[in-house]
């Protein structure tokens, strides 16, 4: 099958929100924006899978890619595979003598417990956000959300279009959430599309994820 560009997905886009006029009412550059935080958002749930992707020291630490989620394993040297271990106070790691066998995540950094013998690689295989483009006119990115999920795209940009273009409306009809002293408006234009979309999103998550209700957790962290 071939690879889904930016390109092409803005032409989905625009035809699935109806915006194909000479004067569209979404720019390429805020539904980028949108695509942007669509797949940050879909990674947290389906992250792509990076093999040993080779890690360069930095002083005492090891700079982590910049679309990391969650490790997967770690390396050192190739096929010795090193045991993570967080640091708690009052606890003294072991004394090593030759080669890493410890490793820990703190920030946007890996450290080892232990140094790598010479010519040793620090092999990391993690879970990482999938390919982002760079522009709004960038054709050669290949996006690495599967085709199946390309859906659970749309539905995230589209409830966050719609919620630009209500929030807009509901500026220009001069709508606030509190009518008077203690009365809250339940009318609010924003609430009823955006929030089905989404929920759709949700639904469509949690039925890929093979369960009936929505997994809460999120492995490791997004920079």
Known sequence: MP?????LMLADLREDLKDTSETPKWSDDVLLVYLKDAIR??????????????LEAEESAY???DDFVDVVFLECPRDTYLEVRNPQPGTRFPTVSSGPVLFYIDGG????WGSPD????VLLTYRAVHSIPDDWD?????LTVPQRDLELIRLYIKA???ENMRSKQASLDRFKLRATAGSDRQDNPLSPEVADLMATYHQKISARLGGGTIKLYRSGRLR
Not at 109 to 112: D, E, R, T, V
């Open 41 to 54: 958002d879909y990674s947290t749930w389906f992250p792509r899978r990076i093999d040993r992707t080779v």
């Open 63 to 65: 700079a982590l890619p």
């Open 160 to 162: 966050k279009a719609y």
């Open 109 to 112: 950094s890996l450290y080892l």
């Open 118 to 121: 010479s010519g040793d690689e």
């Open 3 to 7: 690879d889904t560009v930016w390109e």
């Open 138 to 142: 960038d054709a050669e990115t290949a």
